[in-house]
């Protein structure tokens, strides 16, 4: 079957390379951008009006958040290659089929995420060494959020349905609404009906799932090539073990290195309630400046997802250069005004001073190393586009928690346990990473070209 794409689609096997990346990639910029907003706003909220004990102890959920959003964040892109290529190759009856398999798991992983999540939490908490001030607070959100997380994995997968045709307008769209909500959401409850940190929970749960009703019900009434239909809910063996191919092995990297974290977030812990306030300050911050490399890696898995099932090679390997360039350029002019304006930047969530001493010290050592992370995410992104998974995952695994846990393993216990050399351990990583993976993509995809050329 090869009829042709829906005008809400956009293919970008034909015209202008630069173009087509950047008109699809912006939407995926400001929509992360207003994700990024509300979860800020959560910290502030917190920060400001209730305690700096209330954003130590979201702060140090994030990283427990992360392993279970990340694992599933793998297993959406390993959809969204799959979707791509059969876009990029005309297969619309295989399209159908593949978006109906997606949903049907995704379904099945809210059941399975929720209770495993909940069943997680005191276990995780103390096994970071949470500070005893801030581990009721934590546990009460995390039950909270991991009650309410199948609407963030519907709303993930839908989205990511979308991206592989390349519709990134409407999930902004979608993200944008429920950011204002939250907003709203964290003001009524903790500033008029005094809830604290169930408050900030309860806004962040419903929120997502407004996101997730919003694009569930786009894609049921869409008349488009990705409509997703109740009735032929399906899983489909071909499709799902093609989506597994490539989203396990991101999963699994993804699923590690957030657990490698957690465990970096447990050294932080160790130096008490105003180091782990001013290190979820600066994680948060932090996420302003991955937000290029994030949408560019997205960006370009579905750029050259799409080429490769057109057969283009040629078009999906410059693709994949210009995103890296664009990145490192975009990331540069954000990690440069963070840096000036670090100890601004983390009052924001709280003025204390212990809390805005750390906060800063993290941003001005570590901000210019995630330029070395622009060229892991896109380049990553670029080979799931390509199908290989496995080789970005190595490399990711390596570096973020094979290298990362030594160098601080060495640090902390044969050289001196200083906060600022603990956050040091993520530049560590990135660099790293940045070496392994210009040489594994230059054997995987430059090689083999050149040897073609020739």
């Known amino acids: 079957m090869t009829q042709r794409a829906q005008t809400t689609a956009r293919d970008m096997t034909d015209g202008p390379i630069a173009r087509q990346i950047i008109l699809f990639s912006l939407p995926l910029m400001a929509g992360n951008a207003f994700q990024m907003l509300y979860n800020m706003v959560d910290s502030i909220v917190l920060g400001q009006f209730v305690s700096k004990q209330a954003l130590a102890a979201v702060s140090s959920t994030t990283m427990i958040v992360n392993l279970f959003v990340f694992f599933f964040s793998g297993f959406a892109t390993g959809a969204t290659v799959l979707i791509g290529r059969l876009f990029g190759a005309r297969e619309m009856k295989a399209l159908h089929r593949a978006v109906e398999t997606a949903m049907a798991a995704t379904f099945i992983c809210c059941g399975i995420f929720t209770l495993l999540g909940m069943l997680m939490v005191r276990p995780m908490l103390a096994m970071m060494r949470t500070p005893p001030d801030v581990t009721e607070d934590a546990a009460t959100y995390l039950t ?33 609404v429920t950011s204002v909500l939250n907003i709203g959401l964290d003001l009524l409850f ?73 465990f970096v977030q447990g050294y932080i812990n160790f130096f008490g309630t105003d180091c782990v306030a001013g290190w979820g300050s600066y994680n948060k911050l932090d996420q302003f400046i991955m937000l290029p490399m994030q949408s560019m890696s997205i ?31 975009i990331t540069y002019l954000i990690a440069a005004a963070l840096y000036l304006f670090a100890a601004p930047a983390v009052t924001l969530f709280n003025a204390d001073p212990g809390v805005v001493r750390y906060g800063a010290m993290f941003i001005r050592t570590n ?19 390509r199908g290989d998974s496995v080789g970005p995952m190595a ?25 600022v050399w603990v956050g040091f351990g993520y530049p560590v990583g990135w660099l790293c990473c940045m070496a392994l993976m210009l040489g594994y993509y230059f054997l995987r995809v430059v090689r083999p070209q050149r040897r073609a050329a020739g």
């Open 395 to 419: 490399i990711m695994l390596a570096s973020f928690v094979g290298i990362r846990q030594l160098y601080l393993w060495i640090l902390t216990t044969r050289i001196a346990n200083e906060a």
């Open 367 to 385: 901000t210019f190393f995630l330029l070395a992370n622009c060229v892991n995410h896109v380049l990553a992104g670029a080979l799931r586009g």
């Open 144 to 176: 909270i959020y991991m009650a309410g997380i199948s609407g963030l994995l519907i709303y993930n997968i839908g989205s990511g349905i979308l991206r592989a045709v390349g519709d990134s307008k409407r999930p902004l769209i979608f993200l944008a």
């Open 190 to 262: 903790v500033l008029a009906f005094k809830m604290k940190i169930e408050g900030v929970a309860l806004a962040t749960v419903i929120s997502q799932f407004v996101s997730a009703a919003l694009v569930l019900t786009l894609l049921t009434r869409s008349a488009d090539i990705y409509r997703f239909s109740w009735r032929d809910l399906c899983l489909d063996r071909a499709h799902l073990k093609a989506i597994f191919r490539v989203g396990l092995p991101a999963a699994a990297q993804s699923t590690v290195t957030a657990f490698s974290n957690a």
């Open 299 to 329: 960006a370009a898995t579905t750029f050259v997802s799409q080429n490769m099932g057109a057969q283009k090679e040629r078009r999906a390997h410059t693709g994949t250069w210009l995103s890296v360039g664009m990145t490192l350029f």
